[in-house]
DNA sequence: TTGCAAATAAGAACAATTATCATTCGTATA
DNA sequence: TATACGAATGATAATTGTTCTTATTTGCAA
């Protein structure tokens, strides 16, 4: 359970935050949390950290490259591990749920399109927002505020 | 200057504020202002225009489908009017200028990995952060908050 | 004109996040 | 193993972007 291996070569010191913090995000079934999601979380496994504390992990792991953070429509940011590959994700509309994919195809296009334009591409997001079709959709229905188009 | 058939055809009241806040889009150089952006604009051009109005004025034109909202990296919402045709956006990271493409491939492929993975596409963005390779560019450093990679 | 619902301005309230600061913890070293 | 010091933490204040509340004003139909 406790990997200090990885916190050690970001040359982040072993605490007991960032160890918590680390194996939910490796054990949990979601792979998208957010800030309060993990303070939560946390706060049930009778872990006593701060909300700060989360915040200013989450983002130290974000920055050694640990955690790759994302903005959906919705305000908060969302955290998953960072896998190594890059990768678009298609959000489910109806119960929150998000998936991942890749495409050759379109992550070329992208490159010629900003060549084109003269411009040298250092990141990019490819939000898509959907319903699901599959049956298997909880339908616990994502609360999407006003100013969602 | 005044526009009051938008308004109307929109189903909303033709008042000072909606009619200074159309016109500061449709008169703008920049196509991509915030709400603070609008209000700061109204507010230096001798108008006097509450903070608030300005956001309920503003959802109210996207609601009305007169501006389209985009969530780019760096927290506030920032709005555009409705061409009509759907696009794409490509950020300057140097001077935050936004320059808007479309590319029937990559919106086909979009369709394609969704249908794939069982999903219907409601909405979708793609922002793509970049380096301008124009020296025209202005060097403005964007501001870019913590969280952004 | 007048009346009244709709819209406004100002500021309080709110949610997500970051900053401050006194206390505690991890760990290199003695 | 004890200790000392800087780094990390938790509590809470502060900030930021946005929405809500309310008393007042405005657009417009009769």
Redesign the interface.
């Known amino acids: 359970m406790h990997q200090p291996e990885h916190l050690k070569s970001a040359g982040l010191k072993s605490t007991l935050p960032r160890l918590k913090v680390l194996d939910l995000f490796e054990n949990s079934k979601e792979r998208h949390l957010s800030a309060e999601d993990v303070y939560k979380q946390l706060l049930s496994s009778g872990e006593d950290v701060g909300l700060a504390t989360v915040y200013r992990v989450l983002?130290q792991f974000?920055?050694a490259g640990l955690l790759?953070?994302h903005?959906f429509?919705g305000g908060k940011?969302v955290f998953e591990l960072n896998k190594g590959e890059h990768h678009d994700h298609?959000v489910?509309?109806q119960c929150g749920h998000v998936?991942e994919?890749y495409?050759t195809?379109?992550e070329a296009?992208?490159e010629k399109?900003?060549t084109e334009?003269?411009?040298?591409?250092?990141?990019?997001?490819?939000?898509?927002?959907?319903?699901?079709?599959?049956k298997k959709c909880p339908h616990k229905r994502l609360r999407m505020p006003?100013?969602t188009?």
């Open positions: 983002t974000e920055q790759v953070r903005h429509e940011s298609i489910c509309l998936e994919f495409d195809a379109i296009r992208q399109v900003a334009l003269g411009f040298t591409i250092r990141d990019h997001s490819l939000h898509i927002y959907a319903d699901c079709t599959k006003p100013g188009h």
